[in-house]
């Protein structure tokens, strides 16, 4: 019988695993969350509000997502140590004024209902023990008008070459 892919497990993280987890992700996938990005602004006109990227892992795709809007975002983690890099990041990045680090589940959004304009979870679905009850999440906190996206993707505008790339490398992780 052939073996199941199995989502990798963050949450025996340490702090040490976290900092390689950022370097990794910054060298093997920052192609795919510039492309995100600039699909995000130019396709959906997604620039200012309250935005929420929930699984922000070390909050790269929040950053990225600042220097190219005026969102002010909520970076949700679940796992500490990915937390605590992700509040350093931020913090590092000089963005402590429009990115606040929340450590929290996404199956209970510490939010209020109708709170956010965007809402972005990006490779994480997959970690999501109960997918149903973070789906009424999302759509409790998103406001009426509001635009979410959850999933996976490369975005549109990165090369062949960097999608196979990045497509290669993320099979060989699950």
Excluded at 40 to 54: A, M, N, P, R, T
Excluded at 89 to 99: M, P, S
Excluded at 137 to 142: A, F, N, P, T, W
Aim: net charge negative.
């Amino acid at each position: 019988m052939p073996e199941k892919n199995v989502p990798a497990d963050y949450s025996e993280m340490d702090p040490l695993e976290a900092k390689r987890f950022d370097r990794m992700v910054r060298e093997n996938f920052m192609p795919a969350i510039i492309s995100t990005v600039k699909q995000l602004v130019e396709d959906y006109g997604v620039l200012e509000g309250i935005g929420i990227d929930i699984g922000c892992g070390t909050a790269i795709f929040a950053v990225e997502l600042c220097r190219h809007s005026k969102l002010k975002i909520h970076a949700l983690e679940k796992e500490k140590a990915i937390y605590q890099v992700a509040c350093s990041n931020i913090e590092n990045e000089g963005l402590t004024d429009r990115i606040i680090p929340v450590l929290g589940d996404a199956n209970n959004l510490p939010f209020d209902s109708e709170f956010a304009d965007f809402i972005i979870s990006r490779g994480v679905y997959h970690c999501w023990e109960d997918k149903v009850q973070v789906f009424k999440e999302i759509y409790r906190v998103l406001k009426k008008e509001g635009i979410g996206f959850v999933g996976g993707g490369f975005g549109k505008y990165v090369t062949e070459e960097e999608l196979n790339r990045m497509k290669n490398l993320r099979d060989r992780s699950l």
